[in-house]
């Protein structure tokens, strides 16, 4: 527990005065440098024999499809994802050596890695785009945080039945209600306060949908960690892996956040 909060704290801040008072640009250049972080530690796990080669496509093609995100015009931006497919796809035909068996399984990873981490993590800053656009970013990241805080306390004291043993053997379906339990008090709490063009029903539906999301996202990462055979993403955080251990719920509400107050609630 001691890691944790020391984790959060370190996270809160360094994360914090960036969105609160670094705007627009400021969230751009905080994904951004996630983002390569993060390319860092797939490019690790995903091509541990080739890992500086790997890590510099991710580079290439993620931040291309960042600036797609965030730049291309909205009638341009299906052919700006399919030149980075293509891209991907003729970078790992054409590479000198590339033994054919593996070559199937080497352009799965490099997909796999861009739509994961480029495809998802750029709707926070599409978040810091809607008015009080620093508190819907907090609250993207605040819904997976709760779920996460509610589920250890929940899973600690009252979990017995496992959640999804294959996975993860420590997640329990007591953690997993306690985690939407406080995350749905939680939005409760920013429609009351900030957000209050919100519904009742609104925060309802973000938080428990979001938590839920939130347990899928961490079991998502643990399946591919399990997968490569690695414990953790990385080191960057003492106790707590790397930043993708860190992220991974996130990469899962964020674009719902942004999805849910887009088409049903015309932001």
Known sequence: MKTRILAAFVGLTLVMPILIWGGYVGAVVLVAVVLGICFDEYS????????????????????????????????????????????????????PGE?????????????????????????????????????????????????????????RFLGKRKLYPRVSPKKTWAGFFGGVVVSTLGVQVFRHFWLTDLTVLDAIVLGVVGSSLSVWGDLSESMLKRSFGIKDSGRIMPGHGGLLDRIDSVLFVAPWVYGYMTIFKGL
């Open 44 to 95: 690790r796990m995903a091509f541990p024999d080739d890992q500086k080669f790997a890590f510099l496509w991710m580079l290439i093609a993620g931040f291309s499809l960042y600036a797609t995100h965030l730049y291309v015009p909205a009638a341009y931006k299906a052919a700006a994802v399919a030149a980075v497919v293509m891209g991907t796809m003729i970078q790992v035909a054409a590479r």
């Open 99 to 155: 033994p054919m068996s593996g070559a199937a399984d080497r352009l799965g990873r490099y997909m796999l890695g861009l739509g994961w981490i480029a495809g998802l993590f750029p709707f926070l800053v599409h978040l810091r785009t809607f008015d009080q656009g620093v508190v819907w970013v907090i609250l993207g990241l605040g819904i997976s945080w709760m779920a996460d805080t509610g589920a250890y306390f929940a899973g």
